[in-house]
């Protein structure tokens, strides 16, 4: 029986950075195979057979924050939000140790790390299985001939687009003006609708927003956040 090949996908971003701590080198050795069943290798898995979310967080609704960081909003989300199972999906080790360290010293039970690319998540996550993504301070890639490597392109948009329950809330947030022209311009374009009604819409955080590592390096650089809220039709 033959299997399908992996597709071939450019991955521009940093997998790793300064050397571990050993209590990071802990975190991932103990607690990640864990906290990421069934999603990160294609050899395990090679007929991109659907998650079971089910088995991973009961009834409860998921979410998907892509790119966490640090984890602090992921963590923030789901010491707020009990009731739902988020996964995280993002390819820097270094971040993924953090959160891991996050994770067990909150001690919490409805989370689930993915430490890859989010396209390969999206590859086996059920269609209209997300209630709710979060794309917080993506890589900004400024340099024209490098913005197709920017998220909101078709290419991760459409199977965002795909796994996202019809109606789901999908949260943007970013310091970079031309990001934000892209953003407006490709997200309606790949089935979503701006929420915004008035400049306070975008200009304001969320109500349950915490500020992260990278926003508040943006302020300190007197960057303006914006803040977009999409609605997937």
């Known amino acids: 029986m033959t299997h399908p090949e992996r597709p071939h996908r ?13 209590s990071q080198k802990t975190y991932l050795d103990q607690d990640l195979a864990t906290l990421s069943p069934g999603m990160v290798r294609w050899d395990e898995n090679p007929e991109r057979t659907p998650l079971d979310l089910t088995a991973l967080f009961g009834d409860r609704p998921v979410w998907l924050e892509i790119g966490f960081g640090g984890g602090e ?9 009990a ?16 959160l891991l360290g996050k994770i067990r010293r ?21 269609a209209g299985s997300i209630a709710r993504a979060f794309l ?5 890639w400024p ?7 920017r998220f909101v392109t078709p290419e991760h948009l459409e199977p965002l687009h795909r796994v996202l329950k019809p109606g789901a809330i999908l949260r943007i947030a970013t310091d970079i003006p031309d990001y934000v022209r892209q953003t407006l311009e490709e997200v309606p374009k790949a089935g979503f ?40 039709l």
Not at 218 to 232: D, G, I, K, Q, S
């Open 143 to 149: 340099k024209k001939r490098h913005h197709r490597r």
């Open 193 to 232: 609708e701006w929420l915004a009604e008035r400049p306070a819409d975008w200009r304001q955080p969320w109500a349950d927003w915490i500020s992260t590592r990278y926003e508040q390096k943006a302020l300190r650089e007197n960057r303006v956040p914006h803040y977009l809220t999409f609605r997937r």
């Open 136 to 140: 917080l301070y993506p890589d900004p």
């Open 83 to 98: 009731d739902v199972g988020i996964i995280g999906a993002e390819p820097y080790i270094n971040g993924v140790a953090m």
């Open 106 to 126: 909150a001690g919490m039970d409805n989370l689930a790390v993915h430490p890859g690319d989010a396209r390969d998540l999206m590859d086996v996550l059920p």
């Open 10 to 22: 450019n991955f521009y971003g940093r997998l790793k950075g300064k050397s571990l701590k050993n």
């Open 73 to 81: 909003h992921l963590v923030h989300q789901a010491a707020r939000n």
